[in-house]
């Protein structure tokens, strides 16, 4: 950014705490500038762990997204709070824990349980936003349906979540298709199970899939919002990689399918390893490989799909942002790019994220762009938990957030991304009368199911990233276990 653009976009940005990532020098001047806040593009994909060639992946194609991390914050070490996609985005976009809000399932609406919860975007419409949605942000069929001034759907599940509401609109064919993905998450019938597993190939260069209709209206509303009154947040949320993988031919011919690695923990069915509790790697897979063996071959063939549906993801990006540049709104418009959880592809047998406390099903890309920011195109290594975006976002956009929210605001690692950060990272998950917590500090993961009683598990993340041999019964990590257990149970919310 040159100066006199510099000193245009600071003159756009309200409230010193929205200034905290640039140079101090500017900041008394951008004080006393009264005038407007930012714009906010939001790129949510769906089920994609880091998968990317910015994070060191050898082999795949994602031009695009590596292009915007050098333009952003890359977080190396960001987490989900739930490997689920309702549970997570419920907490990534209200700020409460998923002990808090009560929410483990793709069925239930947060708002039912808790009316006194505001989302994230319900804020920053009250603050005076233009508040757009385009594709998957909430849940299918569980959208915050007031918390949009352009978009959103009404919601399909009833307060008990056992039955869809009666004429609810499903928001199109295909938003069905999505859902139907999603239920083979939770329910697996041989008919949900099939529209899952399996690979798919889009007809020409994909411009019928929802994916590529998604990037196209984010690209209109951007034209349409761009020179309005008030500033726009812009939420896109893709379905890609979500199951099935979906991509034209010419983003599986990309790869080799003999060069895709498999994961050094690759097994052919979901796998206990020796030393681990059951519950920690639950027996059936629920997106891919469901109910049936891989072999390595067609575990790599299962593999190149993804990667397939990560390029064709990273290609609507893209056009998303490309029309961002050519607007000439990226002076004036954060960029957010994150998804709502991670993802096993092969390792210890599994194809799916559901029931997993495994780094792989937690850990999630986040980047985030702030116009003239003082850690563009750097790398932060800390690690960090999306229940803090929400009042990142506040900060950055001047927006107040509630009172009551989690989290604590990332805007000292978007000034300086070796600052001092030693906060715990949470995730969750319940299984059947199970409960899953797990806690990540610098070095250490420790997860334990129902309070102990259904085991746990202890990891030296820096000498065992790939999460190998369980250190809970060690001897030798009495004191770590000691330490990690009682941080655990800082956690808020319910227990069982
Ligand atoms: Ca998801």
Not at 214 to 227: G, M, N, P, Q, S
Not at 435 to 455: A, C
Request: glycine share 8%.
């Amino acid at each position: 950014m040159n100066p006199s653009t510099r000193r245009k976009f600071i003159g756009q940005m309200a409230g010193a705490a929205a200034v905290a990532a640039l140079p101090a020098a500017l900041r008394a001047q951008a004080d006393r500038a009264g005038a407007r806040r930012p714009n906010v593009l939001l790129l949510m994909a769906d089920d994609l762990r880091p998968e990317l060639h910015c994070h060191g992946v050898e082999g795949i194609r994602t031009p695009h997204i590596d292009a915007l991390a050098a333009r952003s914050l890359r977080f190396n070490r960001a987490y989900c709070q739930y490997p689920l996609c309702n549970p997570s985005r419920s907490s990534m976009f209200t700020g409460h824990y998923p002990t808090q809000t009560g929410v483990m399932d793709n069925r239930q609406w947060w708002g039912y349980r808790h009316p006194d919860y505001v989302s994230m975007f319900r804020r920053f419409r009250d603050a005076g936003y233009n508040t757009i949605t385009e594709g998957k942000i909430f849940h299918i069929g569980i959208d915050d349906t007031d918390a949009w001034t352009v978009g959103g759907a009404q919601r399909r599940y009833a307060p008990d979540a056992s039955e869809h509401i009666d004429g609810a609109a499903s928001g199109g064919a295909a938003v069905a298709a999505a859902a139907t993905a999603d239920a083979a998450t939770r329910t697996q019938t041989p008919e949900r199970a099939s529209g899952s597993d399996r690979i798919v190939v889009l007809e020409g260069d994909g411009e019928t899939y929802q994916d590529y209709g998604h990037a196209t209206r984010a690209i209109a509303r951007l034209k349409e919002y761009k020179d309005r009154d008030k500033p726009f947040l812009l939420a896109c949320g893709f379905t890609n990689p979500h199951s099935p993988p979906r991509a034209p031919q010419r983003s599986y011919d990309q790869y080799d399918v003999a060069k895709v690695p498999l994961p050094v923990d690759y097994a052919p069915r979901p796998t206990v390893p020796p030393g681990f509790p059951a519950l920690s790697v639950v027996p059936r897979n629920t997106d891919l490989f469901i109910g049936r063996d891989s072999t390595p071959e067609s575990a790599r063939e299962m593999k190149r799909a993804y990667w397939a549906a990560v390029s064709f993801l990273d290609e609507q990006v893209g056009r998303v942002v490309q029309a961002l540049d050519e607007l000439k709104l990226a002076d004036n418009t954060i960029i957010v790019l994150t998804t709502d959880h991670g993802y096993h592809l092969g390792e210890k047998g599994r194809w799916s994220k559901a029931y997993s406390l495994f780094d792989v099903a937690v850990r999630i890309p986040l980047m985030i762009s702030v116009p003239g920011g003082a850690a563009n195109g750097r790398v932060c290594d800390r690690n960090v938990e999306m229940i803090n975006l929400y009042r990142t976002m506040c900060e950055l956009c001047d927006v107040p957030p509630p009172d009551g929210i989690e989290g604590v605001s990332m805007t000292p690692l978007l000034h300086d991304p070796g600052a001092a950060w030693d906060r715990p990272v949470y995730s969750v998950v319940a299984y059947r009368d199970a409960l899953g917590r797990s806690v990540l500090t610098e070095g250490w993961r420790y997860t334990q199911w129902n309070e102990g009683e259904g085991g746990e598990v202890l990891f030296d993340e820096h000498a065992d990233p790939h999460e190998l041999k369980n250190l809970a019964n060690d001897p030798q990590h009495a004191g770590k276990l000691a330490e990690l257990r009682a941080l655990l149970n800082k956690l808020p919310g319910r227990t069982r």
